[in-house]
């Protein structure tokens, strides 16, 4: 299967890969870090919910479905969210 995906598909399956290990990075600091732990769950959330996005992109490149386009706004809201959270502005 990966030797029939062009070399832009395959770049955005690698950005999802490495959006999910991001992922998993920040649950594990939202896990250990009480104080920031709001802030860290949205970036985990973000990173996560951005994996999905450049997985769909890279499955169906040449027309994205709805849901790529909901789930990755929806990935800069939770990212927005954390840093406003980070910096004491909720």
């Known amino acids: 299967m990966l030797s029939a995906l062009t070399a832009t598909e395959m770049a955005f399956l690698q950005i999802a890969a490495m959006q999910a290990v ?3 990075l920040w649950g594990v600091g939202a896990w ?7 802030a860290l769950a949205h970036w985990a959330l973000y990173a996560a ?3 999905v996005t450049w997985t769909l992109l890279a499955l169906y490149l040449h027309a994205p479905p709805l849901l790529a386009v909901l789930v990755g706004l929806g990935s800069v809201i939770a990212l927005r969210r ?5 910096i004491g502005r909720p």
């Open 82 to 86: 954390g840093i406003r959270l980070f």
């Open 22 to 24: 991001a992922a998993v």
């Open 49 to 51: 919910a951005s994996a």
């Open 32 to 38: 250990q870090a009480r104080a920031e732990r709001a």
